[in-house]
């Protein structure tokens, strides 16, 4: 397997501008998890799907930031619009888990770094 | 709120030398700890995983160990190659995530170097 896929692998925008991030999770596994690394905040967790449905959206940050999954194999990331605090590193990662839930390794893609001007 | 703490945030030591690396975490309400490793400008590549109900995991020269009750977890690493240097975080897996069973808690990580 391939691993997870991350799309562009590196982004440079201007302000106001509409960002989109793509990502292919490992084939069969059925949870998906977006992540924002900055030097300030660490790794934080934004956004994670099961079975393609939302689970989890505390973490975004704010209204600007959207995220969908609309098959198995494939999400994306949408900030609009952006703004110079958003650069980071934004990582996606894939799991498959357990059905007690005690067991949940997560694989992560390369990330996408996101300049915003 | 689950709080991931790492000590120290930077290592530096000479080629050969055993090293330990220290995570302790808030809540000790937790299914598991995993360990990985950041190259510069990669992603993160998961190096072991311990159960909440484990005391530690061993994958070649890395042995990661978990006392949940004290909220800590070290990972040792033998016989330090200059290959292993990295950034190494940790992450928790909590229980009381508000019902958000599979969220995970980093540390902001320990950067490691090994000078041959």
């Known amino acids: 397997d391939a691993g997870v896929i991350q799309s562009p692998r590196h982004e440079v925008t201007e302000m106001g501008q509409e960002v989109t991030l793509r990502c292919k999770p490992i084939s069969g596994h059925d949870y998906l998890f977006w992540y924002r690394q900055t030097m300030m905040r660490g790794l934080e967790l934004l956004i994670y799907?099961?079975?393609?449905?939302?689970?989890?959206d505390s973490g975004m940050p704010e209204d600007r930031f959207s995220a969908k999954m609309p098959n198995a194999s494939f999400s994306t990331l949408k900030i609009q619009p952006s703004e110079p605090r958003d650069s980071a590193v934004y990582f996606c990662a894939s799991s498959n888990a357990d059905r007690a839930f005690g067991y949940n390794e997560q694989f992560f893609g390369p990330g996408t770094r996101l300049t915003v001007l | 709120k689950q709080e991931v703490t790492q000590i120290p945030a930077a290592l530096s030591v000479p080629e050969g030398e055993n090293l330990v690396l220290n995570c302790s975490f808030t809540?000790?309400?937790?299914?598991?700890l995993q360990w990985f490793r950041q190259d510069p400008g990669k992603g993160l590549t998961s190096l072991l995983l311990?159960?909440?109900?484990?005391r530690e995991q061993t994958s070649g020269r890395l042995n990661a160990s978990l006392d949940k009750s004290s909220g800590r977890s070290t990972l040792y690493i033998a016989a330090s190659q200059p290959g292993d240097s990295a950034t190494y975080l940790c992450a928790v897996r909590g229980r009381n995530s508000g019902g958000s069973n599979y969220k995970l808690t980093f540390g902001k990580g320990t950067l490691l170097t090994v000078n041959p």
């Open positions: 809540d000790s309400a937790i299914y598991n």
């Open positions: 799907f099961n079975n393609n449905v939302p689970i989890d």
């Open positions: 311990i159960q909440s109900s484990q």
